[in-house]
């Protein structure tokens, strides 16, 4: 009786191989979608500010935080609200 011992290792390299594919894919998916949180939560407007391309108006202060348009300046409101 002969014995496929090379059937085995064949298929073992190849489950391996789609495991790696797939865990590279996973990667992927993952790290651009931490990109795309990152760039979301460093945005002026989602941490409670206004963009405003003349200055803070009276009441706001400059926060170092990014704006969509170039040149804007991130403003949030200081003390109370009235």
């Known amino acids: 009786m002969k014995k496929k011992a090379q059937g085995m290792s064949v298929n073992v390299i190849i489950i391996a191989?789609?495991?790696l594919?797939?865990?590279v894919i996973l990667a992927v998916v993952f790290?651009?979608?931490m990109?795309?949180?990152g760039r979301q939560?460093?945005?002026c407007t989602s941490q409670g500010g206004k963009c405003m391309s003349s200055g803070c108006e009276?009441?706001?202060s400059v926060i170092p935080l990014k704006c969509s348009n170039e040149?804007?300046?991130c403003?949030?409101?200081t003390g109370a609200v009235t």
């Open 71 to 73: 040149g804007d300046v």
């Open 31 to 33: 790290l651009g979608r």
């Open 58 to 60: 009276e009441g706001y």
């Open 41 to 43: 939560s460093n945005s």
């Open 35 to 37: 990109d795309i949180f």
């Open 75 to 77: 403003c949030t409101a």
């Open 21 to 23: 594919l797939v865990l």
């Open 17 to 19: 191989a789609l495991a």
